[in-house]
């Protein structure tokens, strides 16, 4: 099994653990540093495949990595518009949880 | 080899226990460090731009977004009772999902097609055209710079986002909450020791990128990170967000951007194709806007929506 | 001589971890914050250190040698600021007034 073979399983772990912290936590903060678990493994599965098209010289193939930083960027500014709207609900309400009121 | 194994068994050991710690702020350490050791990651199967990208983003800012918000979130909700987790039932299934969506990734990735496809030769290919040297550069800022274009765009909408949460009172006023100077404090030292530094570095990354891994978002980051030391230090006063020149330093990049795309049109018949001859010319020409204009948007994504109003 | 030069990078980079061990062990073990932090930054500065310094016998040329320097200062830097600063939020009285 080569690095890149096992990287790519790891990442499927990460999806993983990521999705069931996204699913259990009542926080929504929790729910957000899941879901960048989740952003995580998914970028390091592209970069497996960035990695297994090695070719011309280059130690990876260069698109899914461009693809890859753009992703991170914009997972980053995702995640701060979720954590100040997260702020701002606690801010209102007195508490930070996405259950409705009775 | 080993040394994989090793690294990727921390990686899912760090994750895993991001996931179970039972507090807020432990959550967020370990959301650190497993950025930092994703990094790690990134060198390891070859990606060093990725590699920097993680760490200043996925690692730096993103640690600093949400131990902020960790802190804050705590002392409102002081008083609140804690949500419940679902009952032992919903877990399982839940925990059955996850087994399920981590099979069938594992499953696919153990089942990629051999040998790899891949655009490496056709990138390499015509590297010479762009005037770059680094092939990620070259996807960012010539094959795919419509990609890029839209990335600007999409952070300068997710800042309008932030900043229309602002009460009415304080529509326009100063972002985040007052820091105040301590001349002979700790950190005060270290930013004005830091900041020249760390300024240079990070104009230093976006400048190699064009021939060595880095470029314009990972320096963008570090100058940033910069701006948001020296105002946490109280060296800087946070700009009120209604003021002009903050808002032209912050669309100077996408408009750029945009303007050299539609350019494209007259010079070699298509958006955003830029002429063989002045290719290079022209990426710097875009990218030095967007770099500013990056880091303005990435210090002002983390210092929040305007909570204080500005003094008239 | 490159044999020397890597028998000298192993031996130094060898003892700046048994270093970086030390320094966990003692944040695992020490009772409270500022005796960890004593032992975090005292270990993990010598440990860095020795470990840039095994590095130096493997640089290709003078800038990566002061690249590697200057990443070993600017450590020194932020973790001696970084202890400070949480020394004074964590010491028994409080923060100093």
């Known amino acids: 099994m080569s690095a890149a073979t096992l990287y790519g399983l790891s990442a499927a772990v990460l999806v993983g653990v990521g999705l069931f912290g996204l699913i259990v936590h009542p926080h929504p903060l929790r729910k957000i540093l899941s879901f960048n678990l989740i952003g995580g493994g998914v970028f390091l599965l592209l970069g497996v495949v960035a990695r297994r098209g090695a070719a011309a010289g280059f130690g990876g193939d260069p698109v899914p990595q461009a693809l890859v930083i753009t992703g991170i960027v914009v997972a980053f500014a995702a995640t701060a518009l979720a954590v100040m709207l997260l702020l701002r609900l606690s801010q209102e309400t007195g508490r930070s949880t996405l259950a409705s009121d009775e | ?305 305007p909570e204080r109003a500005q003094q008239r | 001589m490159t044999l020397a030069l890597d028998g000298l990078t192993i031996l130094a980079v060898c003892a700046g971890a048994f270093f970086f061990l030390a320094g966990t062990v003692g944040l695992l073990r020490f009772p409270d914050p500022l005796s960890r932090l004593h032992a975090l930054t005292k270990a993990d500065n010598l440990g860095l250190g020795l470990i840039v310094l095994g590095l130096l016998f493997q640089a290709g040329g003078l800038l990566a040698a002061l690249k590697l320097i200057g990443v070993w200062l600017l450590a020194l830097l932020a973790g001696a600021s970084i202890s400070q600063l949480i020394a004074r939020t964590a010491r028994p009285g409080g923060p100093p007034a």
């Open chain 2, 1 to 305: 080899m080993v040394f994989d194994i090793g690294l990727a068994v921390l990686v899912l050991g760090v994750a895993v226990w991001t996931t179970a710690a039972r507090d807020a702020f432990a959550a967020v350490v370990g959301f650190v460090a497993y950025g930092l050791l994703l990094a790690l990651v990134w060198v390891r199967i070859a990606a060093p731009d990725v590699a920097l990208t993680e760490a200043a983003i996925g690692g730096g800012v993103t640690g600093v977004l949400l131990l902020g918000a960790g802190t804050r979130l705590r002392a409102i909700e002081a008083t609140a009772p804690a949500g419940e987790k679902p009952g032992s039932g919903l877990q399982l299934a839940a925990g059955m999902l996850c087994v399920f969506v981590t099979g069938g990734l594992a499953a696919i990735v153990l089942l990629l097609p051999e040998p790899a496809p891949t655009l490496a030769p056709l990138a390499a290919a015509h590297l010479a055209g762009t005037g770059l040297d680094n092939p990620v550069t070259a996807v960012l800022m010539a094959y795919r710079a419509i990609d890029t274009l839209l990335e600007t765009v999409v952070l300068a909408l997710a800042l309008i986002g932030i900043w229309s949460l602002a009460p009415d009172g304080v529509w326009g006023g100063l972002p985040g909450p007052r820091h105040h100077i301590d001349s002979d404090g700790v950190l005060t030292f270290l930013v004005q020791l830091l900041a020249p530094v760390g300024i240079l570095v990070g104009i230093h990354i976006f400048w190699i990128g064009s021939v060595a891994p880095g470029g314009e978002f990972q320096g963008a980051t570090i100058l940033a990170a910069m701006w948001l030391l020296a105002m946490m230090a109280g060296l800087v006063e946070a700009p009120p967000v209604s003021r002009r020149w903050l808002r032209l330093v912050l669309v100077i990049g996408p408009l750029t951007f945009l303007a050299i795309g539609l350019a494209g049109f007259g010079m070699s018949g298509a958006f955003l194709a830029y002429p063989e001859a002045y290719a290079k010319l022209l990426i710097l020409t875009i990218e030095v806007p967007v770099t500013l204009s990056i880091a303005a948007t990435l210090a002002l994504l983390v210092a929040g929506p």
